[in-house]
């Protein structure tokens, strides 16, 4: 089975720090992505990594950063924290390439900014 | 642009009855059609997709979902709703054309009572 791991569930962080999370996963997949996940907003894409050292901006890239230095685990980086990005946050990842591939989804890591 | 939407935040079955959840697209193209499920505190799950072929796809957990072209919809039903399948759902459409974009419906809660 694939497995995606984000390091962790639950985090309560501070306006104005630096926040890191943390994702891995076991697949050797080439794509991997961040998401947010609001009420009523569904998923909405922050930026993805079509392979190591690759990054592309999703719909909503401001305020976050990522960094993919290995091809299992994929960094999203909140460089000063605001209330405004308190939310849940997936991590997914995906083969590179083929009709409908699908993405695998982290168990989510709960960020609350106070 | 590309959107999905899921006209119903809440849908409330009695166990045994059929379930349906609705999603209609907006997107250029054939796109590809894919339905996940998330249960409280975790991440999503992958229930089925349409790639192309038969309109009707059967996907896990006794899911099927109908892809009809000319009502951009593709809707999610159960014949037989189980309590286990109260959790969120959330459509999302791929188009052809670009990869790595996967855009989410809002996503709709489905309880089953007992």
């Known amino acids: 089975d694939v497995k995606v791991t984000q390091s962790s569930r639950y985090l309560v962080k501070r306006t104005g720090e630096k926040v890191f999370l943390e994702c891995v996963q076991d697949?050797?997949?080439?794509?991997m992505f961040w998401y947010r996940q609001d009420p009523g907003l569904g998923l909405r894409l922050i930026y993805f990594s079509y392979d190591v050292k690759m990054k592309e901006k999703g719909d909503i890239p401001e305020g976050y950063s990522v960094s993919r230095e290995k091809k299992e685990r994929f960094s999203l980086i909140l460089e000063s924290a605001s209330t405004n990005q308190t939310s849940m946050y997936l991590c997914?990842?995906?083969?590179?390439?083929?009709?409908?591939?699908?993405?695998?989804f982290g168990a989510g890591t709960r960020l609350s900014v106070l | 642009a590309q959107s999905v939407a899921q006209p119903e935040d809440q849908v409330n079955v009695a166990e045994g009855n059929p379930l349906t959840v609705k999603c209609t697209y907006s997107v250029s193209g054939n796109p590809y059609l894919f339905w996940y499920v998330q249960y409280p505190n975790r991440g999503l799950q992958f229930l089925l997709k349409y790639i192309t072929g038969d309109n009707l796809v059967k996907g896990s957990y006794g899911f099927e979902a109908e892809f009809n072209k000319s009502q951009t919809s593709f809707h999610l039903k159960k014949p037989s709703a189980l309590v286990s399948d109260s959790a969120l759902y959330f459509c999302?459409?791929?188009?052809?054309?670009?990869?790595?974009?996967?855009?989410f419906g809002a996503g709709t809660t489905v309880t089953v009572r007992a």
């Open positions: 999302a459409v791929r188009p052809r054309s670009n990869d790595y974009k996967l855009s």
């Open positions: 697949m050797d997949h080439e794509n």
């Open positions: 997914a990842s995906r083969v590179q390439g083929g009709s409908g591939n699908i993405q695998y």
